[in-house]
């Protein structure tokens, strides 16, 4: 199976590599006062990390000295890389006094301000750490969070705070074939791929060194009220995206590709893509040219305590700015036909710093 470089680019994996087809989305909160355990923390991530994606293991499954406990808990064995991925990211309340780096914090990370479709459980919101771990193979994804969370609680460093397992991958990269989100839409067809798109939207430019290349993640756990839309007429689905649902065709045309317009109305003078269609809000042309990476996954908890199904989408966006998802949600939540099936539960955002060179760790100019 194929294996992706932790080290040689310079961002960090998992934002332009082609997305694979699973996640384990999980974030940490700092157990330590102390910023060398944080230090320490991030050092042994990203060598971890480092032996994770070539598909090897942390350390020994069964260790050489009796009567001790494994270094590596074993279940990725033979499973191979499996493209893995593992993205790391740092929460706001890192850049502290607590931790004498109040006057490292990246310009522009900051808490989210409270947007109008919120309904946020505090359960599922924020974190000091963030670890985006995608793979082909679910197995290969849960080993490496776990073993992870391991070395975190060994140090003392740092504890589990909210996860979610994503099944599907629900966005479309360069060369990728347009996947389906729980809603059965094509998602990802207008998603940023061209690098010049990754140059101007995703990577941060400015600030010291050790913050180019990097970008902001922001993550919302998206709950859809499946059984609803089930019921809904399918032309009035199509309304609410401004697409087709078999072919991915917006309303304006006739191929998954062709360009929307926005401005073309029927016979009686009604647009064809509504005025509250979720791709005429969020399209770059009626948004001062502003555009965002999605790299989102499906996710099911099951069923909930009604017995009706409870599934979503775990929504993860890059950008250069955090402003402009805020500003592209503010949209959305204010006027987006979507809403009445969907509600925002949980959310949280992380700077990425770039990758580390060969020998070096995550972030480590933090430290020096
Ligand atoms: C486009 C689904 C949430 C931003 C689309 C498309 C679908 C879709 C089916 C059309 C295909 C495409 O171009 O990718 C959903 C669902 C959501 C959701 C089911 C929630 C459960 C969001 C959120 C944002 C967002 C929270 C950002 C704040 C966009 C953007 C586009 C898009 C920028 C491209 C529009 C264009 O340029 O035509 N979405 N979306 N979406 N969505 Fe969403």
Known sequence: STA????????QAGIMTPQQRYVLYMTFDLTSNDRADLQVLLAR?????????????VGQVEPTRANSVGAD???????GPASLTVTVGLGPNI???AYGLADKRPARLRDLKQLP?????????????????????????????RDLARIAKDIGAASTRWAVLGF?????????????NLLGYRDGTRNIKAAEDFDHHVWVKDGPAWQRHGSYQVVRKIQMHIENWDTDRVSDQNAVFGRHKESGAPLTGQKEFDTPDFHKRDSEGQLLIPATAHIRLAAHENNGGLKILRRSYNYTDGINRYGLLDAGLLFICYQNDPAHFEALQTKLGASDALN?????????????PPAPRPGHYIAEQLFT
Do not use: N
């Open 73 to 79: 808990t074993g279940e990725a064995l033979s499973l």
């Open 95 to 97: 850049f502290t006094d």
């Open 117 to 145: 479709s919120d309904s946020l459980q505090p359960d599922l919101t924020g974190g000091d750490l963030s670890l985006q771990a995608c793979a082909d193979d679910p197995q290969v994804a849960y080993h490496a969070i």
């Open 45 to 57: 991530w990203s060598a971890a990390i480092a032996l994770l994606m070539q598909g090897r293991t």
């Open 168 to 180: 599907g991958r629900a966005s479309a990269g360069k060369g990728q074939s347009t996947p389906r």
């Open 4 to 11: 992706h470089a932790f080290y040689g680019s310079a961002e």
């Open 340 to 352: 009445e099936y969907i509600a925002h539960i949980g959310s949280a955002i992380f700077f990425v």
